[in-house]
């Protein structure tokens, strides 16, 4: 379905009304979803669709995924939120995993932001040195 001007400035505009101080807030989301479909305005369905992209694309910059070879203890836990809760601000959601074919490290990925710090990814990096 095409999105038309119209149509985007309206889910962008929902979008904004759902930020609690620079955050989404989910509850709010509910309810402005709720009661555009209850009113269904003209092109509802295209500015519902802008606006769920625009809640994905937030989510995924709120969403901090953190891989290792094993399970981090709770204080390099912690000090993974701190260091990424300055860098990307507060409201960062944390998933931690564990990926035993990194052998060892980190790879921490928020939004599009991907750091790589895991010993497959170097010695991936040095066979292609070769």
Known sequence: MKIGKQARRDGKDLYRACLREGVLDES??????????????????AALQHFLSLVKLDIGR?????ESA??????????IRETLG???GRGLDFQFSVQPAHIGGLRVQVGSDVYDGTVRARLVALEKSF
């Open 28 to 45: 709010r989301v509910r309810q402005t979803v709720d009661r555009v479909i209850e009113a269904r305005p003209r092109n509802h369905l």
């Open 62 to 66: 709120r969403t901090a995924r953190v």
């Open 70 to 79: 094993i399970d981090p203890s709770p204080e390099v836990r912690d000090a």
């Open 86 to 88: 300055r860098r990307y």
